[in-house]
């Protein structure tokens, strides 16, 4: 209904999912982190706090970003999985990654993931689309060599090993 928004314009109802400085974070760490848990996602580097992961969680269930289901290795535990929705993001993360790579003063370690999204492009952003919907919708997949996720982390592990061995001749 048009009352439950302050206009129907497409910015504006995208906005008011994402406004807040929780929501695009749970995605990504889903997204690109792998992240199923609610303790995983807790993990998160900017520190969110559980109260917090709890609303922004059954927000995005409610929105139908996410679906949860039990997990059977836990009973107390719960699998959150992105929905077609939420996978559809990917080309406005390495969009929104590239913008923050161009304009902001961000880390080699933290944008190496950013920049190879927008290095990958369309093809890239596809494939990886195609690998989350065989991880949380069941889709079929080719899984041929490292998928990327494997990719991007194994990039950034390599930043930070460098950077290590920079220190260690620096004798810091």
């Given amino acids: 209904m048009i009352d439950d928004h302050r206009s129907t314009c497409p910015i504006n109802l995208s906005l008011e999912v994402f406004g807040d400085k929780w929501s695009l974070l749970i995605i990504r760490d889903m997204i690109f982190g792998g992240k199923r848990h609610f303790r995983e996602l807790l993990r998160s580097q900017e520190g969110i706090s ?98 990327v996720r494997q990719t991007l982390q194994a990039a950034y592990e390599d930043v930070m090993a460098r950077k290590a061995r920079e220190l260690v001749r620096a004798g810091k």
């Fill in 50 to 147: 559980s109260n917090i992961l709890a609303d922004r969680l059954k927000t995005l269930l409610e929105i139908g970003m996410l679906t949860k289901r039990d997990d059977p290795s836990h009973k107390q535990k719960a699998i959150y999985s992105l929905t077609e929705m939420a996978i559809a993001l990917v080309p406005i993360m390495a969009h929104l990654g590239a913008w923050g790579r161009r304009y902001l003063p961000v880390s080699e370690e933290l944008s190496i993931r950013a920049q190879l999204m927008e290095e990958g492009g369309p093809a890239l952003w596809k494939r990886f689309m195609d690998e989350l919907r065989a991880e949380h919708l069941g889709a079929p997949g080719e899984t041929e060599g490292p998928t």
